[in-house]
């Protein structure tokens, strides 16, 4: 049997596992051979496992097992183990040092003592002068033993708080070597001698990724700026070291019968947080029995140069597929077996964005900003964590929704601290039509000052509402603005919420007045007034 050296080329990732492409080249000699690729991750799914090959070769059999190695074959957590043990012949070092000048600065203290007490029995009138000297002798060698202890202890307690990090950074990887690791036997022929490509993928799991967003705008020009990232981690027990990486949403879940039809549900959606940490459910090697990859099964790849130089603006391919998308990221990267967070650069892209304003000035005098931007890439945004940027200041953590090419979209900028909108109640009176009425009529006016003070024209959108009356005997008219039907500066909904859009130029305050009237039964007491 020979023990192949197979190196990952490449990964696909999906929202739950990965698939694996390793590569081994050889020398073969005429003949049968049994060969075998080792040290696989024991969250293999079996029956993902493909093999192929290059050359004048027969494929006969494959054949996958569990196997138990004594020794760790993490590379990962070697490293941190190494330097584990060096910061802890570090520790005991410091530890011997403390301790001897510890017992020195004692037997400093003995001997001063003794002396004292010698001189006081032989020589009660010794030299003044000579006890002086013994005295500073004595202040000199503790003062300079005490400080000694002092920089000793601080580096001690320095030493401890790196071995306490990477002693965590140990514990998050886990304990590989009591765990199984899987190995794939492969039986071939060679008709000649010759050198063959042999090729391997496979399905894991405890891998997922997501999209993170940085958006960079800026009010001078009007730009936006797109820096589209995944965040990849993984736990498969397999570190991937200078891979190609693809990113796929598609869902591996495709059932082998007909699914039945299940109650269909509405709700409000609330976008789930990606924990800090994150913890995989460990799945039965036989939850895929009716799985089918055939849609996601990639070209096997070449040999090819692994030292390609990321590009300095990346971005990524990306295909569109009936169910799902792919993106084929620019570079090598290497993703580690450690449960933290890798970044994948997607796409770096500058947008033109067009600002607007909004207000609702019965609730707040704050105006808020809001970049309405149009995808003009090729690439579908998916939805995901943002973090949003404003003339360099940070703004705000917020949340992309799904946007396709060409569609718009629009992100907050927060409050817009150069435009303000204060609204105020003027009036509030009773109109009287006669004597005998029978009706009251409770008048209300309103008024709305905004006023920009950029020294660019802006366009503001603001609400204001008027009451909606739930029963006949209660009437509402409103008085001012005039209103007939909606059109694109003034609208008017079922709820009585009302939407105006304005245009103000620079340094300009504009004025707006809301007036109506509820009119009602003398005889009826009306709650909301």
Do not use: C
Request: charged share 25%; net charge neutral.
């Amino acid at each position: 049997m020979k023990i192949l050296q197979s190196k990952i080329t490449n990964v696909t990732v999906f929202t739950d596992r990965a698939q694996i492409f390793r590569v081994a080249k050889l020398n073969l000699a005429a003949g049968e051979h049994i060969l075998r690729f080792e040290n696989l991750p024991e969250s293999l799914e079996q029956k993902s496992i493909q093999v192929n090959g290059r050359g004048n070769i027969t494929l006969k059999s494959i054949k996958f097992k569990d196997v138990f190695f004594e020794a760790n074959t993490q590379p990962g957590k070697e490293l941190l183990t190494q330097k584990k043990n060096e910061i802890q012949l570090i520790i005991n070092q410091i530890s011997d040092e403390i301790e001897n000048t510890k017992k020195e600065k004692i037997f400093i203290e003995n001997i001063a003592a003794k002396a004292v007490h010698t001189n006081e029995k032989s020589n009660p009138e010794l030299n003044p002068e000579n006890w002086i000297k013994m005295a500073q002798f004595y202040r000199s060698q503790l003062g300079s033993l005490s400080q000694e202890i002092r920089e000793k202890e601080q580096a001690y307690k320095q030493q401890q708080a790196k071995l306490k990090k990477i002693n965590q950074e140990i514990e998050q990887i886990g304990d590989i070597s009591a765990q199984p690791k899987s190995v794939i036997d492969i039986t071939l022929s060679a008709s000649e001698n010759q050198e063959v490509l042999l090729y391997l993928s496979y399905i894991v799991y405890n891998v997922s990724w997501s999209p993170v967003y940085n958006v960079r705008v800026s009010s001078e020009p009007q730009k936006l700026q797109l820096e589209y990232n995944a965040k990849i981690w993984q736990s498969s027990g397999e570190d991937w070291a200078d891979i190609t990486v693809k990113l796929s949403t598609a869902q591996v879940q495709v059932a082998g019968h007909l699914p039945e039809i299940t109650p269909w549900f509405v709700n409000v959606y609330q976008p789930i947080q990606k924990p800090q940490k994150r913890e995989f459910k460990k799945k039965s090697k036989e939850r895929a029995k009716s799985a089918s990859f055939d849609e996601f099964e990639e070209e096997y790849p070449a040999v090819t140069d692994l030292q390609k130089p990321l590009l300095v603006k990346p971005k990524a391919k990306v295909a569109q597929k009936a169910t799902s998308t792919i993106f084929e990221a620019e570079g090598h990267y290497t993703i580690m077996s450690d449960n933290l967070d890798y970044s994948v650069s997607l796409l770096l892209e500058e947008f033109n964005a067009e600002f607007l304003h909004f207000a609702a000035p019965k609730l707040s005098p704050a105006v808020y900003l809001t970049a309405k931007i149009k995808n003009t890439s090729n690439f579908p945004l998916l939805a995901g964590a943002m973090n949003v940027f404003f003339d360099g200041g940070f703004v705000a953590e917020s949340y992309m929704n799904h946007v396709l090419p060409n569609d718009e979209f629009e992100i907050s900028l927060g409050a817009d601290e150069s435009v303000k909108a204060v609204h105020k109640l003027m009036k509030r009176y009773d109109k009287h039509e006669g004597i005998f009425t029978k009706m009251n009529i409770v008048v209300f006016e309103y008024q709305t000052k905004i006023k920009n003070s950029k020294n660019s024209e802006i366009q503001l959108t603001f609400k204001d509402n008027i009451p909606v009356s739930g029963n006949d005997k209660i009437k509402v008219e409103l008085l001012s603005p005039k209103y007939k039907e909606n059109t694109d500066v003034l609208q008017i909904d079922k709820q009585g919420v009302i939407t105006q859009v304005v245009i103000l130029k620079p340094q300009e305050e504009k004025t707006f007045d809301l007036k109506f009237e509820v009119e009602f039964q003398r005889d009826i007491t009306v709650t909301g007034l």
